[in-house]
């Protein structure tokens, strides 16, 4: 199953619940949320900085993480990215593979 690097980022509301909600039930809404997507919260931690949330997590595909992605963002409490994580053997098919690619401009 594909990995994602999720970072968050909360609104002024979303810090508001979180006061409400506090740190494990912000943790339980997410896991739920990605288990009714298919997927599995790997890990789960908060952070001070540009992110206030950092998680990893298995999800089926990536229709599956834009439907997550899309979910949070549009709630509006919280700006939320992913990042498709490859494993070493994935970088090293990726690496093995020959792409022909032109720079601009020449």
Known sequence: MPKYLVRVSYTAD???GL???KASGRRAAVAKL???DGGKLEA???AFGADDVITIVDLPSNTAAAA???AVNAAGFAKLSLTPLLTVEEMD???GKSVSYRPPGR
């Open 68 to 70: 997550f992605s899309l």
């Open 19 to 21: 006061e409400k909600d």
């Open 93 to 95: 098919v990726a690496i």
């Open 14 to 16: 979303g810090v508001k």
């Open 44 to 46: 789960f931690y908060f």
């Open 34 to 36: 990605i288990e009714s």
